[in-house]
């Protein structure tokens, strides 16, 4: 087997990528490291197939050029594997990726996806994504701390809480403030707090958060906050913590890369009992979780599905009614396991997962030509953009305004930047969701996630 993949040369600010992004190039160097993967660079066009045989897998990535490796072997011949990744459940760059590749995926393909939920979701929406042609497999811990896990202060004595990752209400930060400022009060100043992540609204930013606890009579030197940290230094913010505190119902949530951070440095974590947590965690340790089934919800915009119990979730930090850490399942997680999968071998998926989303998921349907027609669009327009041929981009842009009585002034700017290159990857998923496959709406039907929640059949 003959390894292949493109060489994703994403900008790093201050040691902080996009967690898509820190994947793939900790895949490029563990297939590198390997030394038998050829890297090379997809703003080459189709040259990048040309010579590839039976013998060969070709390792896309994610995201919306996975679909390009498709197009290209469908126009230009060749009869080699194409392995793709999902890594963001109900976005609409992953969904495109998809719909594009559905018509073009052959048997022996495969679709991986860093959690059970995340599979089940487009096993459900997707014919292309078969239970054979498709795996769970994320490979994290082997490049992780492997610690005991370590006892929480019993009740009574002080608690750290932490919290890591974007400050937005998304991941539903604003419970994590009104949670441990409940906590704080309610023993007496003894829980104290530590935060670390980029705020996504000014409403986070470290002096109007300290004084809005403040406010709610909290201590001023109960609360850190850390901003960004990067990833080499993520012990010393686990050395912090007794506990990390994971209530995100993100739309786009699939894995939680702090969650394995945090159980690989023997930190529980206490977890929203919907998506991606319910698999990873202990039952315990999950906090019952009430979803919103009264919005219609957009792919092009990430927001919370739903919101967590704060009352089960102070009484479960007050009383250390906390598992100690644990990962129901490492197999998923492993070099071993990706690189078994990449050679068309993957292993049996897990057996506990979150089968509330999945079934409870309704996607408004697709208008429009689709299929084939889409993905040469498609691929036209990545010509386009990085081929810098401004005036195709322009001429589209002013059609859409044309069409719908709206500009778009920041894809503008995208468009008359005088530089272009592969690592600008939020751009291109912009542009096409602007003008080939505008974000899909979808909401969550009442009936279906009772029948989840009770373990009925639909």
Request: glycine residues 8%.
């Amino acid at each position: 087997m003959r390894l292949h993949t493109h060489d994703y040369r994403a900008p790093d600010t201050d040691g902080i990528v996009d967690g898509a992004i820190l994947m793939h190039r900790e895949m490029s160097q563990l297939l590198a490291r390997r030394g038998s993967v050829a890297l090379h660079d997809l703003t080459a066009g189709p040259r990048c197939i040309a010579g590839l045989g039976g013998g060969d897998v070709v390792y896309a990535g994610s995201g919306p050029y996975a679909f390009l490796y498709h197009h290209w072997r469908e126009r230009h011949g060749g009869d080699f594997r194409i392995v793709r990744e999902v890594h963001t459940a109900l976005w609409s760059g992953y969904w495109a990726q998809e719909e594009l590749c559905a018509p073009l995926v052959r048997p022996g393909d495969l679709a991986l996806f860093p959690t059970e939920y995340t599979r089940r979701l487009f096993l459900r929406n997707f014919p292309s994504v078969t239970a054979s042609g498709s795996a769970v497999a994320y490979p994290m811990l082997d490049r992780l701390p492997r610690r005991a896990p370590r006892a929480l202060p019993p009740a009574g004595r002080p608690l750290r809480i932490g919290y890591l990752g974007a400050l937005s209400l998304a991941k539903n930060f604003d419970q994590v403030l009104s949670v441990f400022a409940r906590c704080h009060l309610e023993a007496g100043g003894g829980v104290s707090l530590v935060c670390a992540g980029k705020p996504n609204d000014p409403r986070w930013e470290a002096g109007r958060v300290r004084a809005a606890l403040r406010e709610a009579g909290v201590a001023e030197d109960a609360v850190r906050m850390e901003g960004v940290r990067p990833q080499e230094r993520l012990t010393e913010f686990f050395d912090a913590i007794d506990v990390l505190l994971f209530p995100s119902t993100a739309s786009r949530e699939t894995l939680g890369r702090v969650v394995l951070e945090a159980l690989a440095h023997g930190v529980p974590v206490l977890a929203a009992a919907i998506g991606p947590a319910v698999e990873l965690l202990p039952a315990r340790n999950l906090v019952p979780t009430s979803l919103d089934t009264t919005s219609t919800f957009d792919m092009g915009r990430v927001g919370p599905l739903g919101r967590v119990d704060e009352d089960a979730l102070v009484e479960k930090l007050l009383t250390r009614d906390v598992e100690p850490a644990a990962l129901r399942s490492v197999t998923p997680y492993t070099d071993s396991t990706f690189l078994r999968t990449l050679a068309g071998h993957p292993l049996p998926v897990a057996a506990h997962h979150d089968r509330v989303l999945p079934s409870a998921v309704r996607v408004a349907p697709r208008t429009g030509s689709g299929g084939a027609a889409d993905a040469a669009v498609a691929t036209a327009l990545f010509r386009d953009f990085f081929e810098h041929r401004d005036d195709a981009l322009t001429a589209a842009l002013d059609a859409r305004a044309a069409r719908t009585g709206h500009d778009a002034p920041a894809l503008r700017r995208v468009v008359a930047a005088p530089q272009r290159k592969l690592a600008d990857y939020r751009a291109f998923p912009r542009l096409l969701d602007a003008l080939v496959l505008p974000p899909l709406t979808y909401t969550l039907r009442p009936a279906e996630v009772g029948a989840a929640l009770t373990g009925e059949t639909p």
